[in-house]
Structures are given as C-alpha cells and as structure tokens.
C-alpha cells in the first residue's frame, strides 16, 4: 500500500477439516492476508491455490461461488434490519438494564443495547457466509466484544459448524482463550511476515511469540 508492505513472503497451509488460527499484533498484517486469499486484494507477486487450483487475480465472487466465505472485522452487513432485529430478541434474553431503561435513554441502557447489536451483527453475519454454502470460512475475530462465557459459546459454536457443514475454518482472533482452545495448528504473523507456526502448545511456548504478541501472562491463558 503506498510505502507500507503489509504481507510480505507469507507462505500458509490450511488442511481440509482442520480450524487453524492467524494472530499477531495489531497492524500486523491479518486482514490483509484475509483480503488476498479472499480475492479482495490481487496480490503483487505469488499464488493462491484453493482446492488445488489457483484463484489468484478472481474477483470476490467467483472465489465465492467456488465455495470460500468470510466476515469482516468491520461488519458489514445488509441496511434492512428485519433478521437483524430477530437476532437481536434472542440476545435480549440475557440483557441487564429493564426494559424502561432506554427509553429514557440511560447510558448504560444505551450501551448494553449498542453491545447487543455488534453481537447479533457478529452472528448473522456468520449465517450469512455459511447461507453461501462455503467449504472453507475465514473468520475475521469472532469474539470481538465478548465476554468470557459468549467467548466459551463461540468456540463451541465454531467446533459445532465445522462438523455440521464439513468446514474448513481460519480465523484472525485477538482472544488468545479462543484462538488456543479451537485451533489445531497457529500461524503468527509481525509486520507482514511470518514468524511462527504450530499446534496452540508449541506457540504459547514460542519465545519469539511471547515477546512479539502474547506477554508474559499468557501462562494465565493456558
Ligand atoms: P488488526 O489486528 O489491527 O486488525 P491486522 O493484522 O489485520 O491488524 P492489517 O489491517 O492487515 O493488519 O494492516 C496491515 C498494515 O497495512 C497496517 O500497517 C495497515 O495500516 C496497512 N493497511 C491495511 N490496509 C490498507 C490500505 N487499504 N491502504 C493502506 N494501508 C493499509
């Protein structure tokens, strides 16, 4: 982009069946990476081999029809709210504030209603990439704004539409719980490039990682 290299040399395997994970630091290079392999981006040198052919240089929806499907970070989803408000009543059911609250629009009324909305976003735009019949799913942080118990949900909603569609998934996560509980196999991006790989023990352990992503506390991730 301009004077910035946002994925250089990125090379990356994803075994059908499997759920594997993509963190790093913020700026790091994820989406990006997502933006390639989606057709979002053309990249400027190298290949995409999806199935075992190559989708480098197709348009978004042809990937798609091949039978790749993603969210976005930033969701972005259709403007009529109608499944959107269906969502939305299920969230409702565990929400704090009484029913009055918002309409005297209490702050902390107005937010809880605000964090409904992003959750119930977050999982219609899930329905939707599966509605396309996908093979593969790249997941672009899933338990963005969750607590510990939706996080929980999440990973086994995740492990629960990889069975049931026979699915292929990658996901970027900034829940190190999330991404070490489902994921098989982990690659670790900084600055565009990759830094790590391996199943959620070796990259916890990784000091590389550790100095790079995770901290010091990722022992309490475990
Ligand atoms: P985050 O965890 O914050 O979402 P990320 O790892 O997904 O970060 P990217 O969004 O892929 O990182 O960004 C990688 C780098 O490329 C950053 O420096 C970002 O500012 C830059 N970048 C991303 N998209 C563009 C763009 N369309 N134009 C210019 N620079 C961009």
């Excluded at 190298?46 to 790749?68: E, N, Q, T, W, Y």
């Excluded at 976005?72 to 709210?81: C, D, P, V």
């Amino acid at each position: 982009f301009g004077g910035i290299t946002a994925v250089n040399d990125l090379s990356m395997r994803i075994p059908t069946g499997s759920i594997t994970g993509l963190i790093g630091p913020n700026g790091a290079g994820k989406t990006t990476a997502f933006n390639v392999i989606s057709g979002f981006y053309n990249p400027q040198e190298g290949d995409i081999l999806f199935k075992g052919h190559s989708v480098k240089g197709f348009p978004p929806h042809r990937i798609c029809r091949a039978g790749m499907a993603r969210t976005f970070q930033n969701i972005r989803l259709f403007g009529s709210e109608t499944a959107l408000e269906n969502v939305m009543v299920g969230c409702q059911v565990r929400r704090k504030s009484q029913w009055w609250m918002p309409v005297f629009s209490l702050p902390s009324a107005r937010r809880e209603e605000e964090e409904i909305r992003e959750k119930a976003q977050r999982r219609l735009e899930i329905a939707r990439a599966l509605a396309t019949n996908p093979d593969f799913l790249l997941l672009d942080e899933p338990a963005a704004g969750m607590n510990p118990q939706e996080s929980t949900e999440l990973m086994r909603f995740i492990r629960h539409i990889r069975d049931e569609f026979d699915l292929t998934i990658l996901l970027i996560e900034h829940d190190v719980k999330v991404v070490m509980g489902v994921c098989q196999y982990i690659w670790v991006l900084e600055y565009g490039q990759l830094i790590a790989e391996g199943d959620p023990d070796a990259i916890r352990n990784n000091p590389r990682v550790i100095e790079a992503y995770l901290g010091e506390d990722v022992s309490n991730h475990a």
